[in-house]
């Protein structure tokens, strides 16, 4: 078991073994009548601090689904969401706008960087708009991991998918916090450039401790996790410790992915 380093200096085992996000009988629905679908059929679900989880299941297995439910993004039907001990469900919109400014990072396919701001300027948003300044140390350093050094002045267009997506992983990072959230965060890139990316998120987990909950469809990029939840029919339908991309294949071939 990994420790964790409170604000003031102490470790405590307790606070480690406390999930960084958990659903509990969580169930959202679409639809009416003959055309509902039931996205999240009360699930279940832990991830550990410190920890790289990849979601996978079929298409319409609710992966989705719930990622967005665990980072606030969606609203659940039924059942309770929980940020480290603060419960999501129960916060009204302003406080889960704030909780998800403050402590929650986002790392999307589409990357969802704004054209008319440079690199810099679109790592520092989420900060600046939370009112908050940078730690230069950390802002070097989070730079130089993620390869950014000589590209911070360009803007979106001036730099690469992969260069793109890196931004995004460092504005996610920057505010330090709770759980990074991805989402197919390697879909619209190369398979060199996808590498280079779900190595920096393996880096994040391993070197400073982040905790990184992804959603795939993808055996090579879940490779990359601890451990795979799977879901079929908005239900957890199993998992796996260290995953090779040939268990995650033989894994979705049960689930009829």
């Not at 606070?15 to 169930?27: D, I």
Request: glycine residues 10%; hydrophobic residues 40%.
């Amino acid at each position: 078991m990994s420790e964790s380093i409170e604000p003031g200096g102490a470790t405590t085992v307790l606070q480690a073994a406390r999930p960084a996000v958990r659903a509990e009988g969580l169930r959202r629905t679409y639809g009416r009548g003959d055309a509902v679908v039931h996205a999240l059929a009360g699930v279940d679900v832990e991830f550990a601090r410190g920890e790289f989880t990849a979601i996978m299941g079929p298409s319409g297995s609710g992966k989705s689904t719930l990622m967005h439910c665990l980072a606030g993004l969606d609203t659940a039907d039924a059942g309770r969401v929980f940020l480290g001990d603060t419960e999501l469900t129960a916060l009204r919109d302003a406080d889960l706008t704030r909780l998800r400014r403050e402590r929650v990072g986002f790392v999307f396919q589409s990357f969802n960087l704004l054209p008319v701001l440079d690199a810099t300027e679109n790592v520092l948003l989420p900060l600046r708009l939370a009112g908050r300044s940078p730690d230069p140390a950390w802002f070097d350093d989070v730079v130089r991991r993620l390869g950014l050094t000589g590209r911070l002045h360009h803007r979106p267009h001036e730099l690469s998918g992969g260069q793109q997506q890196r931004v995004a992983v460092a504005r996610a990072l920057l505010p330090r916090p709770d759980v990074v959230f991805a989402d197919e965060p390697t879909g619209n890139l190369d398979s060199r450039s996808g590498a280079e990316v779900l190595s920096l998120l393996r880096g994040s987990v391993r070197e400073v401790g982040q905790t990184v909950v992804m959603v795939t469809h993808d055996p090579v990029a879940a490779s990359y996790a601890d451990r795979v939840v799977l879901l079929a029919d908005g239900r957890i339908a199993g998992g796996l410790a260290n995953p090779t991309p040939d268990a995650v294949l033989d894994a979705l071939r049960d689930l009829g992915a």
